[in-house]
């Protein structure tokens, strides 16, 4: 399977450190606010490329941190008169929620950088000892970019060009401009914790690599993020691990494109500017997983608010299709000889699965393995539309499951987690038909015989009142090819 490589700008076979292991990091958010749908679309590149590796059988440990302090999270609190503690509390509840609500699987590991700052001292110290970073007179402690001979490995950037057309921040402490702080000074008013160089708080690069180093051991398989993370923050992420334990960072380094809305790029004074969670309160969130994986992950997708209507017209295709499939298998009798038509269908389904397959190991391409599951779906409602009465059952399942199971890889649910039908029904099929049981399918089933059984007796009353409790409900009668049955009106 392959593997798009940042670091070195081309696909690669995918070779795992441990055969059949996966340790996999991703950068989380600074929580100082609800995450943008920007941020949501490299988390579900990642939650999918995750879930992929792990259909291919690889065991995957996957780790995420919060970034839980930060400039920006102690400029809210200020403003907001609370402590910075109290913010990021807040936003990183705020962030899990929306992911699980995103159907983002949760890590296996989500350090908090608060939480973390002895690991991140001892490294800190091994470089100072290496003499990779020194201590300035302001009480920060600095990464010495000239000291590391491979600096600029992963963005490909020289250091001499960088002065050129880089903004970087100039202070007279740093040996070199582009020297960063691994160790911020405590400013009145901020948090900070005790350390050998006086109290502080650590920088954002140092937290990554020092979570990483101690939750998954370095080097990891895969590291991950968005492309704006490239430079610096990833670049400084591998030159502090290349110096503390003179080994990378990571084997492969995957970045996502920027998400763009509606051609421009988003922000709060354009008016194009959604946080997951405005998105998600009004579509289903796997309507918007529908629309952001048809663009591939490396690429920058353009996200255009006017298509997410369709994701909900293609998602209900979708189901509508699994269901239908279900409802004619369950309904039809059992094998005889398979036909023509039956041997297509079961075609279809081994097609989509290898084809799926071929898509996502060319470096997840989950538009193509999209189509291949529209593909299968179209040869399933003809085969429905055309086979009548004389559905194969094993055949009809097997192209159900696959179209579930394959959707599922992209974290995309077909099937009805639990019944659509109201409870109620089982105290109408009780009351109306003698029903004995508890659960609502089967209630219907028996509401429907019972009313077929009164029609056909000419007892419109009973089959009326049957019809009207039914509808009081909320539900129809809705008849196929292969029988009645009830769905929400
Ligand atoms: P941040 O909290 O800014 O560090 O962002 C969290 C993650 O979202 C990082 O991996 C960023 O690279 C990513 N990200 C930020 N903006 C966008 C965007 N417009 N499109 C895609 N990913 C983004
Ligand atoms: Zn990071």
Redesign the pocket.
């Given at each position: 399977m392959l593997v798009y490589n940042s670091q070195n700008h081309r696909k690669q076979e995918l070779e795992t450190i441990e055969p059949g292991k996966i340790r996999m990091y991703?950068?989380?958010?600074?929580v100082y606010d609800q995450?943008?749908i920007?941020?949501a679309?490299?988390?579900l590149s990642f939650d999918v490329i995750r879930r992929y590796l792990m259909y291919k059988g690889y065991n995957v440990t996957f780790a995420q941190n919060l970034?839980d302090v930060d400039d920006k999270i102690i400029n809210r609190a200020n403003e907001e008169g609370r402590s910075a503690a109290e913010v990021a509390e807040e936003y990183s509840n705020a962030f899990i929620e929306q992911m699980h609500r995103f159907g983002i699987l949760d890590p296996d590991i989500r350090p908090r950088a608060t939480r973390e700052i002895e690991a991140m001292q001892e490294m800190i110290q091994r470089l100072i000892e290496k003499e990779h970073a020194y201590v300035a007179d302001n009480g920060d402690v600095y990464f010495s970019v000239r000291s590391d001979h491979q600096y600029g490995i992963l963005s490909g950037r020289e250091l001499d060009q960088l002065r050129a057309g880089e903004r970087v921040e100039v202070n007279d402490d740093k040996r070199d401009p582009f020297d960063f702080a691994l160790w911020k000074a405590a400013k009145p008013g901020e948090p900070s914790w005790p350390s050998p160089w006086g109290d502080g708080r650590p920088g954002w690069h140092t937290e990554c690599c020092a979570m990483i180093h101690r939750y998954l051991g370095t080097p990891i398989d895969i590291h991950?993020?968005?492309?704006?993370?490239v430079f610096p923050h990833h670049e400084n992420e591998t030159a502090q691990a290349m110096c503390a334990w003179d080994h990378a960072l990571a084997n492969y380094w995957m970045h996502?494109?920027?998400?763009?809305v509606n051609g421009d790029?988003?922000s709060k004074s354009l008016g194009n500017f959604f946080t997951l969670k405005e998105i998600l309160d009004k579509y289903p969130a796997d309507a918007v997983r529908l629309l952001m994986l048809q663009t591939h992950y490396r690429s920058a997708?353009d996200f255009q608010t006017d298509q997410l209507d369709g994701a909900v017209g293609t998602l209900e295709r979708l189901r509508t299709c699994v269901k239908n499939l279900r409802w004619a298998a369950k309904n039809a009798p059992e094998d005889g000889n398979l036909t023509d038509a039956d041997r297509a269908l079961a075609k279809a389904s081994s097609e989509a699965q290898a084809e799926f397959c071929r898509q996502m190991d060319d470096d997840f391409n989950t538009a193509g393995g999209l189509a291949a599951i529209f593909e299968l779906v179209t040869a399933a409602n003809k085969y429905l539309a055309e086979a009548g009465e004389t559905i194969a059952t094993s055949v009809t399942l097997r192209a159900a499951d696959t179209i579930s199971e394959l959707a599922g890889v992209l974290g995309i649910t077909l099937d009805a987690v639990e019944s659509e039908l109201p409870a109620e029904l089982v105290d109408l099929a009780r009351e109306r038909a003698g029903y004995a049981g508890a659960d609502p399918e089967e209630a219907a089933e028996v509401l429907l015989a019972a009313r077929q059984e009164a029609r056909k007796a000419k007892d419109w009353g009973t089959a009326d009142a049957i019809r009207d409790g039914i509808t009081a409900l909320g539900l129809v009668v809705e008849d196929t090819a292969a029988g009645a049955r009830l769905s929400r009106a």
């Open positions: 991703v950068c989380g958010p600074t995450i943008h920007g941020n679309r490299t988390f970034t991950g993020g968005g492309q704006d993370l996502t494109g920027m998400l763009r790029k988003m997708l």
